[in-house]
Nanobody, 122 residues
Framework: QVQLVESGGGLVQPGGSLRLSCAAS????????MSWYRQAPGKERELVAL????????NYADSAKGRFTITRDNDKNTVYLQMNSLKPEDTAVYYC???????????????WGQGTQVTVSS
């Protein structure tokens, strides 16, 4: 049914780059805001980047600003996270999330991917 499948994770050296992809299916992708979260060992899951349903607005965690870029292609039902100038502290499992709030119906639909490991190490 609903699927969010992340890809592109792996091992990269500090200062390197990586592009994560999240392929969505089973729901109307273009009506959902999309986000990337990450969770490092022993830490809480944190929001990294968010993009609105149309791609008209983005938000980033302070730690990601200037280094990470979230984009989406609604024709391909895919959201991306371009990560540049990677640091060891970026090491985490990165999760893709879809979010839709239907305020009039008091309903929120939220979906999560399984995550992809990003390891930044020399």
């Amino acid at each position: 049914q609903v699927q969010l499948v992340e890809s592109g994770g792996g091992l990269v050296q500090p200062g390197g780059s990586l592009r994560l992809s999240c392929a969505a299916s089973g729901f109307t992708f273009s009506t959902y805001a999309m986000s990337w979260y990450r969770q490092a060992p022993g830490k809480e899951r944190e929001l990294v980047a968010l993009i609105t349903s149309t791609g008209g607005s983005t938000n980033y965690a302070d730690s990601a600003k200037g280094r990470f870029t979230i984009t989406r292609d609604n024709d391909k039902n895919t959201v991306y996270l371009q990560m540049n100038s990677l640091k060891p502290e970026d090491t985490a499992v990165y999760y893709c999330s879809a979010d839709r709030l239907m305020a009039a119906a008091a309903r929120r639909d939220r979906y999560w991917g399984q995550g992809t490991q990003v390891t930044v190490s020399s």
